[in-house]
């Protein structure tokens, strides 16, 4: 399996911008399908975004549509998130996930095989 770490988490204002990424060795991640989830107090982990083996399909979680950004540099065996317009409620420990199945894309958490152990978000209001 593929291990991830994720880093670039932090406080930040309401309105301002983040970018995650999701370091990979082990494993080439450039044959896996890529994933972001997040994990509020309380709450279970949810889907925020992937991306395909080939980088042509990018999928988002609606709450997240058109103000994060998902995107691989397989050279770098890397993926990242970009979060804009962070709002309170995008505030959780986020984590990266890998599917080595690399086929289609998925936003179920069991569909999923690699983990990272998440980074902390937090936007203040």
């Known amino acids: 399996q593929v291990q991830l770490v994720e880093s670039g988490g932090g406080l930040v204002q309401a309105g301002g911008s983040l970018r995650l990424s999701c370091a990979a060795s082990g494993r080439t991640i450039s044959d896996h399908v890529m994933g972001w989830f997040r994990q509020a107090p309380g709450k279970e982990r949810e889907f925020v975004a992937v991306i395909s083996r080939s980088g042509g399909i990018r999928y988002y979680a609606d709450s997240v549509k058109g103000r994060f950004t998902i995107s691989r540099d397989d050279a770098k065996n890397t993926v990242y998130l970009q979060m804009n317009s962070l709002r309170p409620e995008d505030t959780a420990v986020y984590y990266c996930?890998?599917?080595?199945?690399?086929?289609?894309?998925?936003?179920?958490?069991?569909?999923?095989?690699?983990w990272g152990q998440g980074t902390q978000v937090t936007v203040s209001s």
């Open positions: 996930a890998a599917d080595q199945s690399g086929s289609g894309y998925k936003t179920r958490l069991y569909d999923y095989d690699s």
